[in-house]
């Protein structure tokens, strides 16, 4: 029930994943990849009851699946929360999508931003200050700043295509937006697997 309803549902979808971790390799003239050893996956959410209910319906159905791929699951394991600090330093576990709006004749079209984009940190503090204000309806105070050390483009086709960044970047500032961007995503379209981060040691 809960998938159905954040399926179909237009709000803000407070979880993301990450893409799928393990050896992998190309089969010959076919752009899907096949599997070559163990692989795992990341889900996150702030939302107890979205980690419950990924939790349990892979332990019911012992299956995983992602698009048109399916895996058996042989465990599940809960991650320690790390301490959120004034200054984090993340890597993506998968791309971070940032967007903005322009005027192509009489309609507004979407244009996927870079971090050589001024917009692009301006649009992903917005999304995660609205993230926020969605999920304890109030608006975060503070400020927040990020500071990209390297990144590398990414295209998908996702409902259309799709540009965004693999990163390592610093941010600092307000802990209550730090820790939304962690448990929830970075940036854009998280629930459709983007803007998962992991830390990095400073």
Known sequence: MLATNLHYSKEIKLFTFSELRGKMKASNGERMKIISDNISVIFSSPIKEYVSAFVEG?????????????????????????????????????????????????????WYLYPTDKNWYINI?????????FLYG????????????????????????VRASHLTFEVSGNTDLIEIGYFAGFGERTAQGFGCVDVVKC
Not at 78 to 106: A, H
Not at 125 to 133: D, Q
Not at 147 to 159: E, Q
């Open 125 to 133: 503090e917005r999304n995660l200050r609205k993230k926020y204000e």
């Open 58 to 110: 892979c332990l019911k159905t012992s299956e995983l699946r992602i698009g048109k791929l399916s895996f058996p699951v042989e465990r599940v394991e809960i991650l320690r929360k790390p301490e959120i600090k004034k200054r984090m330093k993340f890597k993506t576990l998968s791309p971070v999508v940032v967007s903005t709006g322009i005027k192509k004749g009489n309609k507004m079209d979407k």
């Open 138 to 161: 109030r608006t975060a105070e503070g400020t927040l700043r990020i500071k990209v050390l390297n990144f590398k483009p990414k295209k998908y086709t996702v409902k259309g295509p």
